[in-house]
């Protein structure tokens, strides 16, 4: 089973957020990039991971698309993916000024 939770936050920029991350949770979230993407902070190995990426994603006809089209004022999301629910993930996250939970699906 895994589990995968979505943030988002209009308050704080994809950077910032990452930041806030690595503050609050010691994790390095690395710089990433990708035409799909655009850029975007990972960190985490095979079984977890979490990625802050603007909810704006560059498309082919030169207009952005919505990762979230249902959260459309949502600029940057938080996403987490872990083996098995993760509480005290959860609790800090949800400690973060401005972040908000959006969803939760578990696999």
Excluded: C, F
Excluded at 16 to 38: C, H, K, V, W
Excluded at 51 to 60: C, H, I, R, S, T
Excluded at 75 to 92: E, G, H, K, N
């Amino acid at each position: 089973m895994t589990d995968h939770h979505t943030y988002g936050t209009s308050t704080h920029s994809a950077k910032a957020l990452a930041r806030l991350i690595t503050d609050r949770l010691g994790l390095l979230l690395t710089e990433r990039e990708s035409d799909y993407r655009g850029v975007y902070y990972r960190a985490g190995g095979a079984d977890s991971r979490i990625e802050v990426q603007p909810n704006a994603l560059p498309g082919d006809d030169g207009e952005d698309d919505l990762y979230a089209p249902e959260h459309p004022a949502i600029r940057v999301l938080l996403l987490t993916t872990t083996p098995t629910p993760d509480a005290a993930l959860q609790a800090r996250l949800g400690s973060i000024e401005g972040l908000v939970h959006l969803n939760h699906e578990p696999w």
